[in-house]
């Protein structure tokens, strides 16, 4: 486990030594902007107005407290934007991001068959060009799915108040 002395704004660690490396980075209790790599990398934001940006690579992106902005990247990202008014896009790639918006009134945008979550609050999900595993699931609050492109196949939006295709 690794721990972050509370004094320290913001900390990288490089895992191993080649390519597939893992980067690992703590924001610390303001406003932080995190960038990742290629590889695999886990980007925590913490309290603040985040900005993570994922890069290429499989990548855990987490905004914390605070209004946060997490854009994925080509690989299979999961990201959780915390308490807040938070705005999560994933990468337009043939990977399924996982998307969670968790407390506040967050915009959650996917692409294809990506899984977005909007939690409490009054969410707009935004899935692109919807495809088969495409599933969108509001939470509690007045929650808004944008289907843009062509109409969904089948149900993928669970617990919303508002449909618009288009």
């Known amino acids: 486990m690794l721990k972050i002395p509370a004094l320290v704004l913001a900390a990288t660690l490089v895992l191993g030594g080649g390519a597939?490396?893992?980067v690992v980075q703590h924001g610390g209790p303001g406003d932080d902007t995190l960038n990742g790599?290629?590889?695999?990398?886990?980007?925590?934001?913490?309290n603040g107005d985040d900005r993570l940006q994922g890069f290429g690579g499989d990548d855990l992106l987490l905004g914390g407290d605070g209004d946060d902005v997490?854009?994925?990247?080509?690989?299979?990202?999961?990201?959780?934007?915390?308490?807040g008014d938070d705005f999560l896009v994933g990468a337009f790639d043939e990977d399924d991001d996982r998307?969670?918006?968790g407390p506040g009134?967050?915009?959650?945008?996917?692409y294809r068959s990506d899984q977005l979550t909007g939690g409490s609050g009054d969410d707009r999900m935004v899935i692109i060009d919807p495809q088969p595993g495409a599933f969108v699931l509001c939470g509690s609050g007045e929650d808004t799915?944008?289907?843009?492109?062509?109409?969904?196949?089948?149900?993928?939006?669970?617990d919303c108040e508002h449909l618009r295709v288009g």
């Open 20 to 22: 597939a490396s893992a």
């Open 37 to 46: 790599t290629k590889r695999a990398d886990t980007l925590r934001g913490q």
């Open 70 to 83: 997490l854009k994925g990247g080509p690989g299979l990202d999961d990201m959780g934007g915390g308490a």
């Open 99 to 101: 998307l969670y918006g």
């Open 105 to 110: 009134d967050d915009i959650v945008s996917g």
């Open 145 to 158: 799915v944008v289907a843009e492109g062509r109409p969904p196949a089948g149900t993928i939006a669970q």
